[in-house]
């Protein structure tokens, strides 16, 4: 019997593949090391080595938030399709109840006095409000930017593996400190225990993935 294998997003595949690539660039020859043995230079590649990581794991979130809004805005544009991804877009946005776009008021459309958004122009906008203002302004890979990024896209986050959650959060924090404080003011980095959690960060991304995949055939 032929074992089933799961496959994961090119966009996945390739993260991974760029973890694999960091590790060997930067610490794979320090782990033998004790950290009171690593030299000067050797720090500050475990400290390279966790700011990368860092960016390339917030850049695979951002880049399929991208992917999931992209698919939405095409289903409606191209198909006329509302996805589970574009209704909760339109649950979460904020213009709901502004009487300007909504056309509350009374207007006349022969004099081009209109006043309302039609359905195609707030679509549109929802759209291109939610890539400038919550993807590209994305700075993090914390619970808060899990939140901003994937639960109006229709992807419960509190449904998500809270160990995981926890761990996204400490290890954001620890590249905070690592990015934006003096290295004298650092504690040096335990390679041991990074792996680890880098590895408890990839597990739940593949079930990330999954969602994220899932809600793309929607």
């Known amino acids: 019997m032929v074992e089933d294998v799961k496959t994961y997003s090119e966009r996945f595949n390739n993260l991974e593949s760029r973890l694999y690539d960091l590790e060997n660039h930067y610490v794979s020859q320090l782990y033998e090391k004790s950290v009171i ?29 991208l992917e999931l809004l992209n698919h939405s805005r095409s289903n409606w544009f191209h198909h006329k399709k509302i996805n589970t991804s574009l209704l909760s877009l339109f649950a979460h946005y904020k213009f709901l109840d502004n009487p300007v776009i909504n ?50 896209l229709g992807i419960d986050v509190f449904e998500l593996d809270t160990a995981w ?22 504690q040096p980095i335990d390679l041991t225990t990074e792996k680890s959690d880098l590895e408890i960060i990839k597990h739940g991304l593949k079930e990330l993935d999954e969602l994220i995949d899932n809600l793309l055939e929607d």
């Open 165 to 186: 959650l926890s761990t996204m959060d400490s290890f954001g924090s620890r590249r905070g400190e690592t990015a934006h404080t003096s290295v004298q003011t650092q």
């Open 37 to 65: 043995d690593l030299n000067p230079k050797e720090l500050d590649m475990c400290r390279g080595y966790r700011v990368l990581c860092h960016a390339e794991v917030e850049s695979y979130l951002e880049d399929r938030a």
């Open 103 to 152: 056309g509350y008021e009374e207007v006349g459309e022969g004099n081009n006095n209109r006043k309302y958004m039609k359905l195609d122009e707030k679509i549109g906008k929802i759209c291109a409000d939610f890539k400038e203002e919550k993807i590209k302004m994305n700075h993090g890979l914390k619970q808060k930017n899990l939140i901003n990024l994937l639960v109006p």
